[in-house]
């Protein structure tokens, strides 16, 4: 039997990427993704992440983390009047108007889009592809 060797490579330092993401549904997952990027201080795999902007149906309600250290936004639409991100992730779930604009406005933005959402997905899919 040969014994294979893993060598942990050392690579030169490159400047870290700036990502800017907002999030849109701040249930379990939302949430917990906040908090993964809180534990690891913003940086996932060489990359430096900056939270822009946080969204969901009530900013009242009690969370796994400091909500009020991030700018919070009513409707994604409201984005323009902040930093745009590179990257919205979306854990609102479900299918409707609002998740429709929120899609399209991605798109139309040139924004990137993290999504888990099977129903919207499965239902209007195939015209958010179509646009891309």
């Known amino acids: 039997m040969k014994r294979v060797i893993l060598e942990k490579k050392k690579f030169k330092s490159h400047k870290m990427n700036k990502i800017k993401i907002?999030?849109?549904?701040?249930?379990?997952?939302?949430?917990?993704?906040?908090?993964?990027?809180?534990?690891?201080?913003?940086?996932?795999?060489?990359?430096?992440?900056?939270?822009?902007?946080?969204?969901?149906?009530?900013?009242?309600?009690?969370?796994?983390?400091?909500?009020?250290?991030?700018q919070w936004i009513s409707n994604f639409s409201?984005?323009?009047?902040?930093?745009?991100?590179?990257?919205?992730?979306?854990?609102?779930?479900?299918?409707?108007t609002y998740i429709n604009k929120l899609y399209s406005y991605c798109i139309k933005n040139g924004i990137s889009l993290i999504t888990a959402n099977k129903a919207q997905l499965a239902e209007n899919g195939e015209k958010y592809f179509a646009q891309v």
Not at 33 to 62: D, R
């Open 22 to 70: 907002a999030i849109f549904g701040l249930g379990v997952v939302g949430s917990h993704v906040v908090k993964l990027l809180e534990k690891n201080k913003f940086n996932l795999n060489g990359s430096k992440f900056e939270i822009v902007a946080l969204g969901a149906k009530n900013k009242s309600k009690k969370r796994n983390f400091n909500v009020k250290k991030y």
């Open 78 to 96: 409201d984005l323009e009047k902040y930093d745009k991100p590179d990257v919205i992730i979306e854990t609102i779930g479900g299918t409707g």
